[in-house]
């Protein structure tokens, strides 16, 4: 989490789309290494906290309610956010 809260500090002056760019790489490192653990409880949250802290830079980027528009949807479909869930093997061939 350290890594991310790092990556995502509200006065870092990039694009949405450059920090997601950025923070995917360490994401998708805790999803392979952690994967095969019983983790989904964890990934949940933990997809959960990355949303909030991208909306919160937005949010203190823009000073107003912009960040209101990117749901997490349109994070992990238009942005292409690595979602944790996705990676876990036993959940990616049900889905």
Known sequence: MD???ARTKRRIS???KDIIDWINPV??????Y?????VRK?????????VRRLWSHQFKRWR???????T?????????LVNLISLIPSLRSQS
């Open 3 to 5: 890594q991310i809260r």
């Open 14 to 16: 990039l694009t949405l």
């Open 27 to 32: 994401i998708r490192g805790w999803g392979n």
């Open 34 to 38: 952690y994967r095969k653990a019983h």
């Open 42 to 50: 964890l990934f949940n949250r933990l997809n959960n906290w990355i």
């Open 64 to 70: 107003n309610a912009g960040w209101k528009k990117y």
């Open 72 to 80: 997490p949807t349109i994070l992990y479909d238009h942005f292409k």
